[in-house]
């Protein structure tokens, strides 16, 4: 299928082509990013019912163990590779739509009206399997030996787990003391060559770029989102929204902001659905930062930069991009100030007719626990959609009957210390004699009931009455 595929630069002054077969994360004429493009005039595009019918496939011949995946059961709509034995896939993508109605009365939505797409049931327990089972099939192609990416935990662990099932050597780049440990205990158990550096993500991915571009004997291969065939699989996490709600648009796409991989592929996602003729109306996107880690908020929201055409005003980017302001927030998934994606993800706004938001620290762990309680456990920055999700509301921007789909980019257990913390006032990494550093702040914190080891008491404590115990 890869003659009908070619990589593109976004910039409208250079649009400059690439073939497919080429490992390339900027273009080359003018360093912009680029796309993944393909010529739909000659490519055969099904109905939705094809799609619904291999939901269902679990064979393990060809047919069969694609349509497993919650990616390539779609390979029609990411059709670069050019067999079906240059696709890699491990089972990613048996992902949930949730209605959430427990959740949308506690926000302010109606009944039925907020659905959840929980991203952590993926194999490596994020939404990071999605773009990784491309780019590692675009790396089967390209005969990639050695895998790299800088991360704050999820597409460490994705990438190491992709790697130790391909047979790949991996290499992550992480910063000091800017990963969760459920995070990273996962990139070292599955056997990744773990570099930690001095400095943030912002650092780790300008370093891992630079030995990627730069060293060529080393042969790495780069994985992060900047990678555009990253992003191709991350395109089929809107697809599975769309078969939950019956291929019925939702009114609002409520995603966190760090990187902002995910806003550029759903914004591709919709245009190229509605461009085949698949769906008739593009939903809105509200892309939510934290306050600690929001450039894309400063940018959008406070200071007007659009997409303009694709001739957006580079210039103020730079000039926040260079006061260096270390990110920093409790969602550490989202803790990045310099977003690489940052020009597609405007690009997404524009098409998707979106807004930005930005919410605190204690609200994202409010909204976590909020998710928690009833059912949906989520990692800190899941749950930045949910919170900015409820302030579009009280703000008036979302209807309460609207239709809003908020992604729950990861499992709960990748952060366990965020969630005990909040809980329980005990940070996990200080305390060494698992004592409280602080009391529970949260509304619906959930504190341990601490009894002496006595029946009476244990009775008490459980609403009994302990002058029954013999």
């Not at 630079?210 to 996490?237: C, T, W």
Request: with cysteine; hydrophobic share 40%.
């Amino acid at each position: 299928m890869s003659q009908h595929a070619h990589q593109q630069c976004i910039n409208p002054d250079c649009q400059a082509t690439f073939d497919i077969g080429r490992v390339l994360v900027a273009c080359p004429d003018c360093g912009a990013l680029l796309d993944i493009l393909y010529d739909w005039d000659r490519l055969p595009v099904p109905a939705w019912s094809t799609f619904e019918q291999r939901w269902s496939t679990t064979g393990v011949n060809d047919d069969g163990r694609l349509d497993f995946s919650g990616v390539w059961r779609f390979r029609e709509l990411l059709p670069f590779y050019r067999t079906a034995d240059d696709i890699v896939t491990i089972g990613e993508g048996r992902t949930q739509l949730q209605d959430a109605h427990q959740v949308a009365a506690e926000i302010g939505l109606k009944r039925g009206q907020l659905h959840l797409q929980y991203e952590g049931l993926n194999p490596s327990g994020s939404f990071k399997d999605n773009g990784m089972a491309a780019a590692f099939t675009h790396a089967r192609m390209v005969g990639a030996t050695k895998v790299a990416c800088a991360s704050t935990g999820n597409t460490s662990a994705a990438l190491a787990l992709f790697a130790g099932l391909s047979g790949l050597s991996a290499i992550v780049f992480i910063g000091s003391g800017k990963i969760a440990y459920g995070k990273l205990s996962q990139a070292l158990d599955y056997g990744a060559t773990t570099i930690q550096i001095q400095g943030d993500f912002d650092a780790c991915l300008r370093r891992v770029q630079q030995i990627a571009a730069d060293v060529p004997d080393l042969g790495i291969y780069l994985m992060n989102s900047v990678n555009p065939f990253r992003l191709e699989g991350q395109k089929a996490i809107m697809y599975r929204v769309l078969q939950a709600l019956e291929w019925q648009v939702p009114d609002w796409i409520v995603v966190p902001g760090g990187n902002l991989g995910n806003s550029s592929a759903f914004g591709k996602a919709f245009t190229e659905l509605h461009q085949l003729g698949l769906i008739d109306r593009i939903p809105r996107l509200a892309i939510i930062q934290a306050t600690g880690a929001n450039p894309l908020y400063e940018l959008h929201t406070e200071q007007g930069v659009r997409w303009n055409d694709g001739h957006w005003d580079s210039a103020k980017r730079d000039a926040l991009y260079d006061r260096n302001i270390p990110a920093n927030t409790v969602a550490s998934a989202i803790e990045i100030g310099r977003p690489v994606n940052l020009p597609k993800a405007l690009r997404a706004l524009h098409v998707m007719d979106g807004i930005v938001r930005q919410v605190d620290d204690p609200t994202i762990l409010e909204h976590k626990a909020l998710v928690g309680r009833y059912g949906f456990g989520c990692e800190p920055a899941s749950a930045a959609s949910v919170a900015g999700t409820r302030l579009l509301i009280e703000q008036g921007v979302i209807d309460r009957d609207a239709r809003v789909v908020c992604v729950l980019t990861g499992h709960q257990l990748k952060d366990p210390d965020a969630t005990v913390k909040y809980h329980t006032g005990i940070d996990m990494k200080a305390a060494q004699d698992h004592a409280p550093v602080s009391d529970p702040a949260g509304r619906i914190a959930n504190q341990p009931v601490r009894v002496d080891d006595d029946l009476a008491s244990i009775v008490a404590a459980l609403g009994g009455d302990p002058a029954l115990v013999s």
